[in-house]
């Protein structure tokens, strides 16, 4: 029973930080609205995670760069 909740810790571990990974690649893909998507999914599924907070803050930057200053906020 141990080995199984300790995978199961490592697998959600795993999930949880590809959201970061997915809304950054969709931001190098020039996909903001992508990366938009899929953190109201994930935040759907999850809630509010740290990784949802993280993965927003790269948004933000991203929309910064873009000058797209209402988005940024």
Not at 5 to 13: D, E, Q, Y
Not at 41 to 50: A, H, K, M, V
Not at 54 to 71: I, K, M, P, Q, Y
């Amino acid at each position: 029973m141990h080995r199984l909740l300790t995978c199961l810790i490592l697998v959600a571990g795993m999930t949880q930080a590809g959201i970061v990974r997915d809304v950054r690649a969709a931001i190098a893909r020039n996909g903001l609205a992508e990366g938009e998507r899929l953190v109201t999914e994930y935040q759907r599924l999850n809630g509010l995670t740290p990784e949802i907070l993280v993965a927003l803050s790269w948004l933000g930057r991203a929309a910064l760069v873009a000058r797209d200053f209402t988005r940024a906020e």
